[in-house]
T-cell receptor, first 112, second 118 residues
Framework: AQSVAQPEDQVNVAEGNPLTVKCTYSVSGNPYLFWYVQYPNRGLQFLLKYITGDNLVKGSYGFEAEFNKSQTSFHLKKPSALVSDSALYFCAVTNYGQNFVFGPGTRLSVLP | GAVVSQHPSRVICKSGTSVKIECRSLDFQATTMFWYRQFPKQSLMLMATSNEGSKATYEQGVEKDKFLINHASLTLSTLTVTSAHPEDSSFYIC??????????????FGPGTRLTVL
């Protein structure tokens, strides 16, 4: 069975500092990995995905993530956080013929 | 591209009434649409998967007679919450899968519908 863990419920970071939101997964076969961001009372906004190819994936709003097969991780990163990055972040995994499985979410607070 | 809309964005209804939520893929064809439910400060829970022209597949614990799903075309799926009760109050999010991207299972998400049952 597929599963996603986001070990931190909450991440706090000062504006201008680098941020990391962690995600580990379990899936049989090759994973397809996604990151989404959700602002209050809004749907999910796509940030980036890993399907195949280069392990470092660059996405929207300056975010990037690195696929690490040996550690089964797909951590989300940004070199310099903005206050406007404060939101709820979801990691999701799927593979061929399977439904999406979402992680529990991590609330990111960027402090001015 | 790959835009999914939901209507309404917010609805308030009285207990016992039925509410219909529409999910549309605006610029692509979606053989499969998904309905999720999200409680405050929680992750998305898949309720059902709907395939165009066939009956929806419901996840365990989801009452199919209460949450009626219709997927009559490649661009429209509807979720009807029948005889709504306050415990049905939630944020409902739909997503759609593009036929051409189906191999990667990528889903495109709607903006969500906030349902409040008084």
């Amino acid at each position: 069975a597929q599963s996603v863990a986001q070990p931190e419920d909450q991440v706090n970071v000062a504006e201008g500092n680098p941020l990391t939101v962690k995600c580990t997964y379990s899936v049989s076969g090759n994973p397809y990995l996604f990151w989404y961001v959700q602002y209050p009372n809004r749907g999910l906004q796509f940030l980036l995905k890993y399907i195949t190819g280069d392990n470092l994936v660059k996405g929207s709003y300056g975010f990037e993530a690195e696929f690490n097969k040996s550690q089964t991780s797909f951590h989300l990163k940004k070199p310099s956080a903005l206050v406007s990055d404060s939101a709820l972040y979801f990691c999701a995994v799927t593979n061929y013929g399977q439904n999406f499985v979402f992680g529990p979410g991590t609330r990111l607070s960027v402090l001015p | 591209g790959a835009v999914v809309s939901q209507h309404p964005s917010r609805v308030i209804c009285k207990s016992g009434t039925s509410v219909k939520i529409e999910c549309r893929s605006l610029d692509f064809q979606a053989t499969t649409m998904f309905w999720y439910r999200q409680f405050p400060k929680q992750s998305l829970m898949l309720m059902a998967t709907s395939n165009e022209g066939s009956k929806a597949t419901y996840e365990q614990g989801v009452e199919k007679d209460k949450f009626l799903i219709n997927h009559a075309s490649l661009t429209l799926s509807t979720l009807t919450v029948t005889s709504a009760h306050p415990e049905d109050s939630s944020f409902y999010i739909c997503s759609a899968r593009d036929i051409e991207l189906a191999a990667y299972n990528e889903q495109f998400f709607g903006p969500g519908t906030r349902l409040t049952v008084l």
